[in-house]
């Protein structure tokens, strides 16, 4: 029992698959590897673990430690056919194992072929002759069941075929394998027999691990670890182990002795020049280490180091009581008397202190029921914990780190057991690398592994499957072969270890599907960080949470700058104001900062303006072409809108510029979220905004078309090249755009055919540019022509022009537009808006896809062609103050209708029919028109929200189909001096009473009658109660406070005239906090100190913010008798509600009209 107990521990790989006795394998998948092994039979492991952590990592072994029998259970002889390769290891005592024979006998046996066997201790040619231990065994050997000759038989040749596998093909010998070290082994070897200069000097330690603040310095520093041990006792078992674990967590640069041998009774000075030079020594204190003279010695340097420059020293008590250390009693106190003898009572003592102060440090002791692989892991972690690792090279006094911090480790959420992806997104250059590697190298230590994957988008997918998994396995230069067997590597490798993993880069969704698919493949803790410029890629792959780094503030920008480019946080005197000019044009991009600071360093202030003038031209080519990445990532179409911001429309409205790109057929509405995803524009106050790097990038990308020659460009916008262009007639048909926007009016002269060259012109902008001479002639493919201000009086187009869709040209000297207008069929946009001369729209028949027709401020214009009525698509009418209209077209057929204006055409009779149900339209504005009455046809607005008749003196009726508008929210019906009477409403069980009328109208909030012959009979003798949502008390109220409370004087002529009171009163409070289902809203009126009038009503709730109209006529209010006639009214009327407060309060006296 003993025997089997000390194999299966030392046999057991760290986080290998473990069987219960006889367990089956996980049925989803099968074991690439069955160790087959008698469950304990030596006291040092012989399974090397790094088979499990560099490739095969699904591995079977009996863990039961009982043999159950003679037959093998039917499960693991399944584990055995469902293995791909069987490792047998061949050990003194396996032939005397029942377990080594064959299945009972009606089961079949499994094939042996192709598999891999290992003697541990045995020499091959023993175990194929069977001498030495396989010979002095009966065989088989069985005490319960002995078997017949003729099966020992068949196992004795079983034994020897599978001994020829050994020899002829890959079968190893840990005889021979230990005649050298592990060929993967990184740390230098010293052998005392060599004189010291000619021994191996240790490797350089690696600059990148580095700790807070470690003794010996960075600089000083060679190696991470030391390894202190006994090599008879552990040099091949426990402390080989320990440092292949080390080195598989990263810890690349340990220090271990693999000579072997002591060489005499002093320490060799390269040997003590190693320890001084290690940040931690790990002392594995074993059975035998006092034994050795040399071993102390080493362990009295070692303690001297931690005295002197800190250094950790964590004891290791390996099968020894660390009391016995401590007190130097059993084999310690043993060997320490027979060094007495030898070395002196002096040193002795010496060693003896060493011992007492070692025992007495914070280590590790291996307990008998403890597993080494999970002692050693105890002591791995310790260590990385204490080396504190910041293996990512950050910069220095890194500005503005504070709050990205603050920020990214709330959402990375360590604390949380759960797998968290996370995204950082910005523009090129912004700092998002390296925040991460900041962020990273401070919470690395919470982690088992971290692995950092740079320049993702530079690599195929193959190239990074092997990147990672080499980091993750300590550095083996793996050859996956293809993409699917490094997911399930990956997948395997991370599953049960907490990974910080970085893959910095990201451009392509498939990236992250082979590297991080999903957060199943993490073990519990795990943080997944993603960098890149294309947001989308993180929304794509479900990340948990994402971050969009900003650029720097100006101060933080200011800061930075004056490191780079003085080695201060604050510019020299003189450089001052050149520097703000700087930092302003780099628009807190830290690449930007960082280049020019770099660039700028050490030069005259003549040099500083002359470089700041050539960046207003030619951006630098260092922050050029990192920009230029993101550019490189996208479609024709997502180039061409990005380049048409960049030289003309950055800043502009949204809709404007979805517009013209539509105009264009660039497909803007997927495009512009394209360019928004991956950073290169934002959108802000319904602006296209882009970073002035960004733009200057895009400026830049089409001056090197052609960087002498204009003409040759895609786009022109520099006022200089488009009027050199222009005038000296050099424009080819590469020219796609042009924008001519001047500070100041001026003249530009020159010649008709100009355009004639611009064949692909397809959108022309000038801004305060006239032009005096000849009718220009702008090619057939123009789409978009916007020029407001235009001199001439006729349109610089003819009939064949059939690709213009947009024709802006407000303020212009047009006054005729001709009968071949009509022929442009693809116009959308129409903009004559302030063209004062213009006195007709002709026949638009044509124009079957015209949405937005502007022609306010035409004052000449008198009449709009009938056809205007019957196109389908129209959406925008805008007539304002076109004082001279008289024709109008008698009915509107669009269904998409969403504006129609028509306020200050004081000459316009008649409203024109709306013949099919509008939603769109929202706001109807026929103010100072000489409209008398509105068509029953009003009622299909039924979106209309705001109604406006003010001033039309001419008005009579309102028709009763008025309230089908139930989404009326505003009417104005103030200065319709003729208006007399509100249509009357009826519905079954309620007649037509001013309640009802009112009511008809729920979201009504703003109802103006003044100066019209309506208020009274609107109102009339009916008391009338609404509740509503709104927030403010209506501005026509006469008395209005902010408190529950109004109080106001009536002088005696008003008094008597009071034709009834109106009172208003915002209710407020959040409904999460009210649990009752409606208000109570109570008023109280009192003339002179007599209570006059009270009410209570109850309403629903409806909002968190709820209007109380109440309207009461004179005659139901018993204080206001005659007898008070004769008095000055003093009026205090109080609100009050029974959910929430009330905000404020009004009242509005409605007098009898005057006769």
């Not at 020499?123 to 001498?131: G, K």
């Not at 900041?438 to 690599?459: G, H, M, T, Y």
């Amino acid at each position: 029992m003993k025997r089997r107990e000390r194999e299966r521990s030392a046999f057991s790989p760290e986080l290998c698959r473990s069987a219960k006795p006889r367990a089956e394998p996980p049925p989803e998948q099968n074991a690439p590897v069955l160790d087959d092994v008698i469950p304990s039979e030596k006291e040092q492991p012989a399974v090397d673990c790094r088979l499990r952590y560099d490739v095969v990592l699904n591995t079977f072994i009996d863990e039961s430690g009982l043999e159950g029998g003679d037959w093998i259970a039917p499960s693991l002889l399944e584990a055995i056919e469902r293995s791909m390769i069987t490792n047998v290891v061949l050990l003194s005592m396996r032939a005397g194992s029942a377990y080594a024979g064959k299945p009972p006998p009606e089961q079949s046996a499994p094939v042996l072929d192709d598999n891999v066997s290992s003697e541990e201790e045995q020499p091959a040619a023993e175990s194929t002759s069977r001498r030495g231990a396989f010979d002095r065994i009966p065989f088989p050997r069985c005490m319960r069941h002995p078997k017949p000759p003729p099966e020992q038989r068949r196992e004795r040749e079983e034994l020897a075929y599978l001994m020829s596998l050994a020899l002829m093909k890959d079968g190893m010998s840990m005889s021979k394998m230990r005649a050298e070290p592990p060929p993967e082994q990184s740390a230098p070897v010293l052998d005392d027999d060599v004189a010291p200069s000619e021994k191996e000097q240790p490797a350089a330690a690696f600059d990148h691990i580095a700790s807070e603040t470690p003794p010996p310095t960075r600089t000083d520093r060679r190696f991470d670890v030391f390894l202190s041990f006994r090599g008879e006792d552990t040099r091949s078992s426990f402390t080989n182990h320990l440092n292949d674990a080390l080195h598989r967590a990263g810890v690349r640069n340990t220090f271990i002795d693999e000579s072997g041998l002591e060489g005499g009774d002093e320490i060799a000075p390269s040997l003590l020049e190693a320890i001084e030079r290690s940040m931690i020594t790990i002392v594995v204190l074993s059975p035998n280490y006092a034994s050795s003279s040399w071993c102390l010695d080493e362990l009295i340097k070692i303690l001297e180091c931690r005295e002197s420059l800190g250094q950790t020293v964590l004891p290791v008590f390996y099968k020894v009581d660390p009391s016995d250390v401590r007190r130097q009693s059993g084999k310690y106190g043993e060997a320490l008397a027979v060094h007495e003898h030898k070395s002196g009572r002096e040193k002795v003592k010496r060693w003896t202190e060493a011992l007492t102060k070692v025992a007495s440090l914070s280590g590790y002791h291996l307990l008998a029921n403890q597993r080494e692989t999970d002692f050693i892991q105890t002591i791995v972690k310790r260590v990385m914990r204490e080396l504190n690792r910041k293996p990512l090279h950050v910069p220095d006094n890194l500005i503005g780190m504070e709050h990205h911090n603050r920020v990214l480790y709330s959402l990375l959420d360590i604390e949380s057991d759960d797998v968290r992806m996370l995204g950082i997104c910005g523009m090129g250059g912004i700092g998002k690398t390296t925040i991460t590697k900041a962020i990273c190298n401070a919470i690395s230590d919470r982690f088992e592994q971290n692995i950092f994957l740079a320049k993702v988008r530079e690599c195929d997918l193959l190239q990074l499957q092997e990147k990672l998994l080499s980091q993750m396995m300590a550095d083996v230069d793996l050859k996956l072969g293809n993409v699917d067997r490094g997911i399930n590597l990956i997948k395997n490798s991370l599953c049960n270890r907490k990974t910080l993993i970085m893959i910095d880069d990201v451009n392509r969704l498939d990236q992250l599907e082979t590297l991080a698919g999903g957060r199943d493949w993490f073990g519990h803790g795990s943080r997944v960080i993603i960098t890149t410029r294309d947001e989308h890629l993180l929304v794509a792959h479900g990340v948990d949470e994402i971050y969009r780094v900003q650029p720097l503030v100006d101060h933080d920008a200011r800061q930075l700058f004056s490191l780079t480019a003085f080695g201060t946080i604050t510019p020299e005197a003189k450089y001052e104001q050149l520097s703000y000019k700087v930092v302003d044009y780099t628009k807190g991009l830290p690449l930007a900062i960082k280049v020019l600071g770099s660039f700028l360093r050490g030069r005259s202030l003549s040099e500083w303006r002359c470089a700041l003038e050539k960046l207003k031209r030619v951006p630098n080519g260092e922050i050029f072409s990192v920009l230029k990445i993101s550019f490189d990532s996208l479609d024709d179409y997502e180039r061409a809108i990005f380049l048409d911001i960049a030289c003309f429309f950055e800043g502009e409205h949204v809709d404007h510029v979805k517009e013209i790109l539509q105009c264009c057929k660039l497909y803007p509405e997927i495009g512009l979220q394209v360019l928004a995803e991956k950073s290169l524009v934002t959108f802000e106050d319904n602006k296209v905004k882009m970073h002035g790097m960004i733009e200057d990038m895009g400026k830049e990308i089409v001056r090197q078309e052609a960087p002498q020659e204009p003409g040759e460009r895609s786009r022109l916008w520099f006022h200089e090249d488009v009027l050199h262009v222009l005038t000296e007639d050099t424009g080819t048909n590469k020219i796609e755009g042009i924008k001519l926007d001047l500070v100041a009016p001026e003249e530009v002269n020159f010649s008709s055919g100009v355009f004639t060259n611009m064949k692909r012109l397809r959108l022309f902008i000038a801004h305060n540019a006239y032009h005096s001479g000849d009718s220009i002639c702008f090619p057939r493919g123009l789409r978009w022509l916007e020029w407001p201000e235009y001199s001439s009086s006729s349109l610089p187009l003819n009939s064949g022009w059939k690709e213009l869709v947009a024709l802006y040209m407000p303020k212009s000297g047009i006054n005729i537009l001709g009968e071949e207008f009509r022929l442009f069929r693809n116009l959308r946009f129409i903009n004559f808006n302030g063209c004062k001369l213009l006195t007709s729209i002709p026949d638009l028949s044509s124009m079957h896809s015209l949405e937005h027709l502007d022609l306010g401020e035409c004052k000449s214009l008198q009449e709009v062609h009938q056809s205007l009525g019957h196109l389908p698509k129209v959406s925008h009418l805008n007539f304002l103050n076109c004082c001279s209209l008289r024709e109008f077209p008698s009915s509107l057929k669009s269904k998409f209708l969403q504006s129609l204006i028509l306020k200050g055409c004081s000459k316009l009779s008649k409203f024109p029919d709306i013949l099919e149900e509008v939603g769109g339209v929202k706001e109807l504005s026929l103010d100072e028109t000489a409209i008398d009455e509105l068509p029953p046809s009003l009622g299909n607005l039924i979106g209309l929200q705001e109604l406006y008749l003010r001033n039309c003196k001419r008005l009579k009726n309102i028709p009763s189909s008025i309230y089908k508008l139930k989404q009326l929210e505003r009417v104005v019906f103030c200065g319709c001096s003729e208006l007399e009477k509100f249509p009357g409403y009826q519905e079954e069980g309620i007649d037509s009473s001013v309640i009802s009328r009112v009511s008809a109208f729920p979201n009504l909030i703003f109802l103006d009658f003044q100066s019209c012959s309506l208020s009274e009979g609107l109102l009339g003798n009916t008391r009338v109660d609404i509740l509503h949502p709104g927030s403010e008390v209506p501005n026509w109220f006469q008395h209005r406070s902010t408190e529950k409370v109004v109080s106001f004087m009536e002088p005696v002529d008003s008094y008597l005239n009071i034709a009834g009171l109106a009172f208003y009163a915002v209710v407020g409070g959040p409904l999460e906090s009210q649990r009752q289902a409606c208000v109570s809203c109570e008023v109280q009126v009192f003339v002179n100190k007599q209570r006059a009038y009270g009410v209570m009503e109850q309403f629903p709730l409806l909002a968190s913010d709820n209007m109380w109209l109440h309207y009461v006529p004179q005659r139901k209010m018993w204080g206001l008798d005659k007898s008070a006639q004769n008095e000055f009214g003093r009026f205090v009327v109080l609100f009050a509600a029974s959910a929430g407060a009330v905000k404020c309060s009004g009242v509005h006296v409605v007098y009898h009209r005057e006769k």
